[in-house]
């Protein structure tokens, strides 16, 4: 082996000696013979009495080489020849290679690759300056103008390659090709490849070529154009997006998703996108996206539509106008980390999204909303403060909720009595601790008609909420767990009401009605409830010597609580009044704060024992499979809650309706949540609880008001087995999906996620009979035929409207550098499907073929 290293220094004259002087020889490679040795020796020898010339003009840095079998210097050519892996290394010029010449005259360097013994190339010039990369056969390259001439060219021009028989490039980088292939597929026989003569290639800028033709395994195309123009800029850059062309029955021919994209700068872009068709419809969209890493991102959205269906002369004209501005903004939490900044705005006329999106998920949303918020923490104190602006906007009822501001203040749990160099044990009262909470708001709530009338600022309604729980746990008689807490609450108002009955007279008659009056000026409103509860802890174990099972555990957690809260309703509280309602002398009772942003005090005296019963029930089994242990632990009930209360402080109806709700796993896959109702008391025809116990009247102990039921599971293709593999795996003679003969057996990952519900709910309308049933069953799944095949689905189906709900399927297939995807949604308002079979390759989205209906066509 041959170890050269040296260098050539850039002047007009350099002695010959001083550059040699450090060349050490052995033995060559057997890919040369010893004569190529000699020659270098000899070369060596006449050092001291000749030096070589060098161009005129000098080089602007050293130019570094080495081989890997031997280096000779012709002097008589002036030449330095590098056999076997040859490597120049010259300012920021980087080259390899089986093979490189020198001529220091003329400043040319020539790279050749060269053929092994079984005729196979190896060795292929490597080229690398700045930025620009590639390979060639043969290549040769002047150091000083920086121009070249290469054959055979392979290089990656952003996520494309291009090859060119004959290639030349100029002092700038750029290439010039006679003939050359563009395509993303990385083969080196590529399934796609768009030949074009001449080429341009401006490196990390454009490829410019002149006609074009797409030629497919082999096979030329009809497919040829003039001219085309490739984007090669790393980054963001600007550019013309590509409309996609298609019709439908509704709206005509059409061009959609045509526009510009304009990359402002490195922190924000602007995209303008369009739609037009025939029958007169259009649609534009501006979207701007904008970050700046660790200060700030987001983005905005305005979307304008002009959708036309039917026609005047079929009497069934429907023109659609909608309008949209979406967006959201939102500081970087790097950036303070004790204060926060959002905003989301979500604005849009009410059938924007049904005529506008073909998004499911928006389709179904009636609830539009948007808010700014802020808020603000202390580190190290119990403060923070939050303060937000929202919007909320029902498409269906077209009511429309603004909350200008809403502001709170809150302070975390403190315990005041609490020591601060604690010594010994907890006093009791240490545990005692409080916490507060200040909530604000101004809210406007009418119908978005009535937005910009002057009579709105008058129909905000404000107020202040305050509230302040206090509460302590305690541990008493060793086992229990004693809770008290005692909740006060604060609102303010800025008005109330004065209902009076008075007079009217109507054509010479006299009638009476219940007049109301608004009154400015501030009242709060004041009151306050307290608890006591008491809970333990109890287990129970049964224990089985023989058999499967081995131990069964019941957790038991009894509750009893007691609540009070006084009758806010009575004269001395000052915060309800009554109302004579008809000529009878009939009075009803009325709270003097409207229904406003916080409720009024609580009506009825309130004062009883709360009852409630929690359980787990585990079960442990014998398993052999379980080295450690040889136990296994097994859920049987994860939770089951019976709970109701008595009310001591009414005397009717004392009894509130019996709950019951619980959850496990089943078989450890299928997840299990129930819950029912039942009411002691009968409902008359009015709908109105009565004081007369079912058990009285129907000889059963409840009424069942309402329960529910869901189930959901997931399952994959590890579910059934222990074998997980893609596709083809290594031989297993024992394997029970083996291919015959084989040995080797397969698996087809997949996965499918199952959720069914049930609820049942009664006595709804004032019946006491009347139920009200909803059923469904959803299932999603996905299947990998093979490392390329995939089918999606999704569906679900309703049993009580007896159809099936939104419906889809995917199937996606990975054709290397091409990719084939098929979508369908069989029914509903968004019925359609896609097929396309298009390039993977973002610099040729628009290489692609596609056949899809539109929804437009069911509307």
């Known amino acids: 082996m041959i170890a050269v290293y040296n260098s050539i220094q850039a002047s007009n004259h350099l002695p010959l000696l001083k550059p040699l002087c450090r060349l050490s020889l052995v033995y060559p490679d057997s890919g040369h013979s010893v004569n190529d040795t000699l020659n270098a020796v000899q070369s060596i020898a006449m050092a001291d009495t000749l030096s070589i010339p060098y161009a005129s003009d000098s080089l602007e840095a050293n130019i570094d080489y ?39 005259e003329s400043n040319l360097l020539t790279a050749t690759e060269r053929s092994d013994s079984l005729g196979n190339k190896i060795g292929r010039p490597d080229f690398k300056q700045g930025s620009q990369t590639f390979s060639a056969h ?58 074009a003569n001449p080429v341009k290639v401006i490196p990390d800028k454009l490829l410019v070529t002149g006609p074009a033709n797409l030629v497919i395994e082999g096979v030329r195309t009809p497919l040829v154009l003039p001219f085309a123009i490739f984007p090669m800029q ?90 949209s501005i979406r967006g959201s903004f939102a500081l970087d939490p790097k950036l303070t980390r004790s204060t926060t900044f959002s905003a989301t705005i979500n604005i849009a006329s009410s059938g924007y999204d049904t005529y506008n999106s073909l998004d499911y ?24 403060f939050n303060m937000s602006l929202s919007h909320s906007q029902n498409t269906n009822s077209r009511m429309l909720d603004l909350t200008l501001p809403h502001v709170s203040f809150g302070v975390s749990r403190i315990y005041p ?20 909470t200040m909530d604000s708001r101004n809210l406007l709530s009418i119908p978005d008609t009535m937005l910009f009338q002057a009579s709105t600022l008058n129909k905000f309604q404000f107020g202040v909420h305050h509230s302040l729980p206090v509460s302590g746990n305690f541990k008493v008689l060793k086992y229990f767990t004693l809770n008290t807490s005692l909740n006060y609450t604060e609102n303010w108002f800025i008005k109330t009401i004065d209902k009076s009955y008075q007079p009217l ?19 709060a409103a004041r009151f306050f409830s307290s608890s006591v509860s008491l809970n333990t802890r109890l287990y129970g174990r049964l224990n089985f010597r023989k058999g499967w099972i081995k131990t069964i555990r019941h957790v038991l957690t009894p509750n009893v609580s007691f609540n009070y809260r006084p009758d806010f309703s009575s004269d001395s509280w000052g915060y309800y009044q009554t109302v004579q309602t008809n000529p009878d002398g009939s009075a009803s009772l009325y709270s003097i704060f409207p229904n406003g942003m916080y409720s009024a005090p609580p009506t009825g005296k309130y004062g009883g024992i709360g009852l409630s019963v929690s359980n787990i029930l585990e079960m442990k089994v014998r398993d052999i499979r379980d080295t450690v242990s040889g136990d296994r632990k097994i859920k049987l009930l994860e939770n089951f809650t019976l709970s109701t209360f008595y009310n001591l402080a009414v005397d009717s109806l004392n009894l509130n309706p019996v709950r019951l709700s619980g959850r ?31 058990w009285t009247k129907n000889k059963r102990l409840a009424r069942l008001t309402q329960a529910n039921i869901s189930l959901n599971t997931s399952l994959n293709s590890k579910t059934f087995g222990k074998k997980n593999t893609a596709e083809i795996a290594k031989p297993q003679s024992s394997a029970t999906n083996a291919f015959p003969g084989t040995g080797y057996y397969y698996d087809i990952p997949w996965n499918v996620s199952i959720n069914y519900s049930f609820n049942l709910s009664r006595g709804l309308g004032g019946v006491s009979d009347s139920s009200q049933i909803s059923q469904s069953v959803n299932i999603n799944g996905n299947l990998s035929l093979t490392q390329n095949w995939n089918i999606g689905f999704g569906s679900g189906y309703d049993f009580v409207n007896r159809k099936l709900v939104y419906t889809t399927v995917d199937i996606h297939r990975d054709l290397h550098c091409w990719e084939m995807s098929f979508r369908w949604i069989p029914i509903g308002i968004l019925k359609s499907y896609n097929f396309s079979i298009r390039v993977k390759s973002s610099t040729l989205k628009d290489l692609k073929i596609e056949k899809k209906s539109s929804p437009y066509d069911n509307l």
């Open 417 to 436: 009595f609490k020591r601060k160099i604690p010594v010994g044990k907890q006093r009791w009262y240490e545990k005692i601790g409080f916490n507060y």
């Open 664 to 694: 496990t796993t089943l078989f450890g896959k299928l997840g299990v949540n129930f819950s029912a109702s039942w009411d002691p008391y009968v409902m008359n025809q009015s709908g109105i609880r009565i004081n007369q116990f079912e």
């Open 505 to 523: 007279m109507l054509d010479d008659s006299s009638f009476r009605y219940v007049q109301t009056d608004t009154l400015n000026h501030f009242k």
């Open 234 to 323: 790393k980054g963001q850059r600007s550019g013309i997006i590509l409309p996609e062309f298609g019709t439908t029955d509704n709206l005509g021919y059409s061009l959609t998703n045509g526009g510009y994209y304009f990359g402002l700068s490195d922190y924000v872009d602007l995209t303008l996108k369009g739609d037009i068709y025939t029958s007169g419809s259009w649609r534009l969209n501006a979207s701007s996206k904008f970050k700046k890493r660790y200060k700030y991102s987001g983005n905005l959205s305005l979307g304008l539509g002009h959708l036309i269906f039917g026609s005047e002369l079929e009497n069934n004209l429907n023109i659609q106008k909608d309008f």
């Open 361 to 384: 998920a928006n389709h179904i949303n009636n609830t539009i909303s948007s808010s700014i918020a802020y808020s603000k923490r202390w580190p190290g104190k119990p403060f923070n």
């Open 138 to 195: 043969k290549l040769a390259y002047n150091f000083k103008s920086g121009k070249g001439k290469i054959y055979g060219l392979f290089t990656q021009e952003g996520d494309g390659f291009l090859r060119g028989n004959e290639v030349k490039k100029d002092s700038l980088n750029n290439l010039y090709a006679h003939k050359a292939y563009f395509t993303t597929c990385n083969l080196e026989n590529p399934h796609f490849y768009i030949e």
């Open 66 to 104: 080495k081989a890997n079998d031997s280096i000779v210097y012709d002097l008589e050519n002036k030449l330095i020849l590098l056999y076997n892996d040859g490597s120049i290394h010259y300012d920021d010029l980087q080259l390899n290679a089986a093979d490189i010449s020198i001529a220091w």
